[in-house]
T-cell receptor
Framework: DGGITQSPKYLFRKEGQNVTLSCEQN?????MYWYRQDPGQGLRLIYY???????QKGDIAEGYSVSREKKESFPLTVTSAQKNPTAFYLC?????????????FGEGSRLTVL | GQNIDQPTEMTATEGAIVQINCTYQ??????LFWYQQHAGEAPTFLSY??LDGLEEKGRFSSFLSRSKGYSYLLLKELQMKDSASYLC??????????WGAGTKLIIKP
């Protein structure tokens, strides 16, 4: 079945460590997104990519990095520069063609910094 | 600035009707989306309005008034599985979704 797979689902990290969250999709979608969700707040856009080898900063990109070497993959690295990384991270994609807000989400990755 | 306002929490009874309101201010407008999010899970798409009026989809309907910057999601014949957060998300002039914090809906038997 087509969909978006995020891994790991739960991750614990010590302060000062980088961690990479995986996002893979087999929907043949061009655009992919990374969001962060904190309790009591709306989803906030970290990075997005409209095509392979191109990506743009979202509203809260500081302390994060991404790559888009393949259409299917859009990994997110949470670096030690991110001051408050504990959050629920969501990867999403949208179908090709027209602008659309109908996002298809992965199951999410919950990162806890100890 | 861009702002989304929706109630933090609502409670309703199984079998009843509930209306979740959302007011918004965005830089440009390219439609408004509603998503449902169960606790600990990812959001799922419910509805999209780009023109004024009511869009009905089964037990769920969504209304939009662009001049008032206002939308609501109407849920009928509530079921226990409707207990979730409902996220209002207008799309701005750059085709980016601006997310509200969500309304947590609690359904009681």
């Amino acid at each position: 079945d087509g969909g978006i797979t995020q891994s790991p689902k739960y991750l614990f990290r010590k302060e000062g460590q980088n961690v990479t969250l995986s996002c893979e999709q087999n929907l043949n979608h061009d655009a992919m997104y990374w969001y962060r969700q904190d309790p009591g707040q709306g989803l906030r856009l970290i990075y997005y990519s409209q095509i392979v080898n191109d990506f743009q900063k979202g509203d809260i990109a500081e302390g994060y990095s991404v790559s888009r070497e393949k259409k299917e993959s859009f990994p997110l690295t949470v670096t030690s520069a991110q001051k408050n990384p504990t959050a629920f991270y969501l990867c999403a994609s949208t179908p090709p063609g027209q602008h659309t807000g109908e996002l298809f989400f992965g199951e999410g990755s919950r990162l806890t910094v100890l | 600035g861009q702002n989304i306002d929706q109630p933090t929490e609502m409670t309703a009874t199984e079998g009843a009707i509930v209306q979740i309101n959302c007011t918004y201010q965005t830089s440009g407008f390219n439609g408004l989306f509603w998503y449902q999010q169960h606790a600990g899970e990812a959001p799922t798409f419910l509805s999209y309005n780009v023109l004024d009026g009511l869009e009905e989809k089964g037990r769920f309907s969504s209304f939009l008034s662009r001049s008032k910057g206002y939308s609501y999601l109407l849920l009928k014949e509530l079921q226990m599985k409707d207990s979730a957060s409902y996220l209002c998300a207008p799309m701005d002039s750059n085709y980016q979704l601006i997310w509200g914090a969500g309304t947590k809906l609690i359904i009681k038997p």
